[in-house]
């Protein structure tokens, strides 16, 4: 399969919201990446229904939202309700994550579980059947623009080995530092879809920069 890039919107202007999701809505990228913070599962709080429902109105193509809140069960709903074609849920913050991914599946959306960067893939075992994208924290959560764990390589290398023992279906998705130099080894890894945020935005011609990442 060739790879996915989901810029993440969380580096966006959201002076000029609409024009960034112009220009990802005509650039090579796949998905829009939305970045939701509580301000309690991370030390930052982000944007939440609202913002996503606008979004929804002009993004061209589907919405990968990852959740960084505490006890996600209690909007999944809202959630999908609001656009989410792939909701991804923090491993540490579901107490009953086989129940949280069925719930997903049942609201009728695909269902992610992402990893903070001290989470071992083993844990997965017992659920990585049930998932559709397993997320891999390159940094931890809460911020754009932050250093790339270099560890992130043999933990999705390790991924991708339970995915083949199990016969998963599932993909995986890296999120944090990612940038034109780590994307090539993220892919040998094993990686499915890149997430770019500050690679994608700061840099002076988003849109080509999304084409160079879609090109690896
Ligand atoms: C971090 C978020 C990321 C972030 C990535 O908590 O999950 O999606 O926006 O930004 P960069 O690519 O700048 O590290
Ligand atoms: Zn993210």
């Given amino acids: 399969m060739n790879h996915l890039v989901a810029p993440s919107m969380l580096s966006a202007d959201f002076l000029n919201l609409a024009k960034d999701i112009e220009m990802v809505n005509k650039s090579e990228a796949d998905w829009f990446h939305l970045d939701v913070m509580d301000g309690v599962f991370v030390p930052n709080i982000s944007f939440g229904f609202p913002i996503i429902e606008k979004i929804r109105k002009i993004a061209n193509k589907p919405l990968d939202i990852h959740l960084m809140i505490v006890d996600p069960d209690r909007y999944l709903e809202r959630f999908i309700k609001s656009g989410a074609f792939l909701l991804s849920v923090h491993y540490e913050a579901c107490i009953h994550l086989h129940r949280t991914i069925h719930a997903i599946h049942d609201l009728g959306a695909k269902a992610g579980v992402v990893l903070n960067p001290h989470t ?14 397993v997320l891999i924290m390159s940094v931890n959560p809460g911020f754009g623009g932050q250093k790339f764990i270099e560890r992130t390589y043999t933990k999705i290398s390790r991924l991708k080995k339970l995915i083949l023992d199990n016969e998963s279906q599932a993909m995986i998705e890296v999120d944090g530092g990612v940038d034109l130099v780590n994307a090539s080894g993220l892919l040998k890894s094993g990686v499915d879809v890149l997430v770019a945020g500050n690679t994608v935005f700061s840099s002076p011609n988003p849109s080509e920069t999304i084409r160079l990442l879609k090109n690896i």
């Fill in 120 to 133: 071992s893939v083993n844990l997965l075992e017992n659920i990585i059947k049930d998932v559709d994208l």
